[in-house]
């Protein structure tokens, strides 16, 4: 089956510090991977997302780069801030080809808190 | 710009008794979906939904039922609350599955359900 495994947390970080969150992934196929994050008392956003090998997702200071040769997908940020405090979440969904309609396969997540 | 909205936020229920969580989506979405998050286990998919009328089990939809009549609503009932359906509901949805064309699944902000 397809499963998504992440780094234990929680991850705490001084402000301004690097941050790296790993994440890789079994999937029967070839599937697409997002980052998605969860601010306190919100639901999930979309935070970037990969379609293929290689490809690299950015948005907001945040990275992660689509690796096939060892399944992962792993979260870096160069200087986080304390307003980067959330659950992030590692996912995939299969292209659709068949019957996956797009069902996410979800990370445990990774509570990340960011003191100043 | 409502998106997602799940209704109610917080509730309490007794072992046995009913109730249905509400979740409506405003962009002509087809795909709609929903999630229990557990702590420190990520986001399970109980159901979704394709379009009006079709539906599909999930991952975990023992004690759960859904109907999509409308295509921006997707209740979600629970018959006779247990204590383990005690969780973080989250309904989500898209505009095609999010393996094809990349879309983000859009995410409400949850329903905190404590069954006692």
């Known amino acids: 089956g397809n499963s998504v495994t992440q780094m234990e947390g929680p991850v705490t970080l001084s402000e301004e510090a690097f941050l790296t969150i790993n994440c890789t992934y079994t999937?029967?196929?070839?599937?697409?991977l997002f980052w998605y994050v969860q601010y306190p008392g919100e639901g999930l956003q979309l935070l970037l997302k990969?379609?293929?090998?290689?490809d690299k997702g950015s948005n907001k200071g945040f990275e992660a780069t689509y690796r096939k040769e060892t399944t992962s997908f792993h979260l870096e940020k160069g200087s986080v801030q304390v307003s980067d405090s959330a659950v992030y979440f590692c996912?995939?969904?299969?292209?659709?080809?068949?019957?996956?309609?797009?069902?996410?396969?979800f990370g445990q997540g990774t509570i990340l808190t960011v003191h100043p | 710009n409502a998106g997602v909205t799940q209704t109610p936020k917080f509730r309490i229920l007794k072992i046995g008794q009913s109730m249905t969580l509400q979740c409506t989506q405003d962009?002509?979405?087809?795909?709609m979906y929903w999630y229990r998050q557990d702590p420190g286990m990520g986001l399970k998919l109980i159901y979704y939904?394709?379009?009006?009328?079709?539906?599909d089990k999930g991952e975990v939809p023992n004690g759960y039922n859904v109907s999509r009549s409308t295509t921006e609503d997707f209740p979600l009932r629970l018959e006779l609350a247990a204590p383990s359906q005690t969780s973080v509901y989250f309904c989500?949805?898209?505009?095609?599955?999010?393996?094809?064309?990349?879309?983000?699944?859009?995410f409400g902000d949850g329903t905190r359900l404590s069954i006692l």
């Open positions: 989500a949805s898209s505009a095609y599955p999010s393996g094809i064309s990349n879309q983000p699944q859009h």
């Open positions: 999937a029967t196929g070839y599937p697409s």
């Open positions: 990969a379609t293929k090998a290689d």
């Open positions: 996912a995939l969904s299969l292209n659709a080809g068949g019957t996956s309609y797009g069902k996410l396969t």
């Open positions: 962009m002509n979405h087809n795909y």
């Open positions: 939904s394709v379009g009006a009328g079709i539906t």
